[in-house]
């Protein structure tokens, strides 16, 4: 009993020396000043925010990831999203106003300045890293959620590092709202709304991180002389959390939802549309509220509607009973996509060129290597020769191979050293001796068979 005491309080005590959150905090007070001087974004923090806006629109406009990354190291649109959780944690309706106006405001910039952008550029097909932000996924609400504690922890720490603009890179803030401009700029009103969708999303999880990390270090929470106005601040907070939270939970279970069919539907068509000879060329996944439906185009020899229906059977096993299952052969219809075909075959060609070269790559760095293994007794062979001469001067010529000797009744292949050697006068045995253990030590084996001429 007193043995099991004594573990859970080393455990305990090394959780605690490990785990303190407060081991490293700062003064609550200055933590506090210095969300609070990053909320309101006024003249030199709103032109930042506006140049940032319009380095993370070029970056999407020309498909650079490094230009993004920059714009968002760049960007203090973090400050009124922190101050939104900061002002939950310690019950202040005035920051909580503060803020908000702030982020609406600055919001109302981004997306202003990222329509105007792409209003004055030539038009162009959106790029990857553009429709990369109009469509969130649950590891979206991820990264808000640990990116917002982390920042708020940093904040609260001595030692800041440079964990802040990695939270401006992880959450990805700037890149939706100029996506949404984008959408405004072109009357894309899909990619408008998914692009602010996924800002909404981040906005929120890091709010609510910042309030989770501000509650967890016990921040102290404002105090009101008037408890009756502190009832009424307190019942304000709770409308303005829940009005914001039940969207975002509302969004949160569809991204969940849509995450999870889109999986399974995935392994739907890896494993059960295989078929020998026959491959998926093009597949569209549908997940909508009335609308759940695989779309697949295979392509090479056709397959027996036996096997279709039953590989439609198997849809339940991947828990997609109320999905439909639509899948094209051949050139048989107009949805089969040219442009899918062709990727395919550049992809086919590329892997098995890439293929090809590895392996004519890997022979030649064989045959280089059998190569250099006999170009060396070349080169030994020369400077034996000097050596030789020394030290038996009646030598005529001396010749070194390796070959592979195969033992008739055990099958056994060693490899051997053969050296000729032949001399004016025969050398005694002694010298045969001598020679046979020279040429072991210089060729570094013990398989060597020496043959001596005259």
Known sequence: MKTDKRNVFALKSFLSEYLDIKKDKENERETENAMRRTIELKGTTLWILIFAIFIASLGLHINSTAVVIGAMLISPLMGPIMGIGLSVGINDIELMRKSFKSYLITTAFCVATSTLFFLLTPSTEAQSELLARTSPTIFDVFIALFGGLSGVVAISTKEKGTVIPGVAIATALMPPLCTAGYGLATGNLIYFLGAFYLYFINTVFISVATFIGVRWMKFQRKEFVDKKRERS??????????????????????????????????????????????????????????????????????????????????????????????????????????????????????????????????????????????????????????????????????????????????????????????????????????????????????NVRLIIEK
């Open 233 to 446: 601040v307190r019942k304000y907070i709770v409308v303005i959390v829940v009005a914001t939270m039940i969207p975002a939970i509302y969004l949160t279970v569809n991204i969940i939802k849509e995450t999870v069919f889109h999986n399974a539907a995935s392994r739907f068509v890896a494993e059960q549309l295989d078929f020998d000879n026959t491959q998926v060329i093009d597949r569209k996944i549908i997940h909508q509220k009335n609308n759940k439906e695989i779309r697949v185009i295979l392509m090479g020899k056709e397959v027996p509607e036996a096997s279709l229906t039953l590989a439609k059977n198997r849809l339940k096993d991947y828990h997609l009973e109320d999905t439909k299952l639509t899948i094209l052969q051949g050139m048989q219809n107009e949805e089969l996509d040219i442009s899918s075909i062709r990727a395919l075959v550049m992809e086919d060609f590329y892997k098995t060129s890439e293929k090809q070269l590895k392996e004519r790559l890997e022979e030649i760095d064989k045959l280089e290597g059998e190569l250099n293994y006999y170009k060396q007794y070349s080169g030994l062979s020369e400077k034996l020769v000097d050596e030789v001469k020394v030290l038996y001067p009646s030598i005529l010529s001396l010749s070194i191979a390796k070959s592979l000797e195969r033992h008739i009744e055990t099958s056994k292949v060693d490899t051997v050293t053969w050296a000729i050697f032949k001399f004016k006068n025969k050398p005694s045995r002694t010298d045969e001796v001598n020679i046979n253990k020279w040429l072991k030590a210089r060729l570094e084996t013990d």
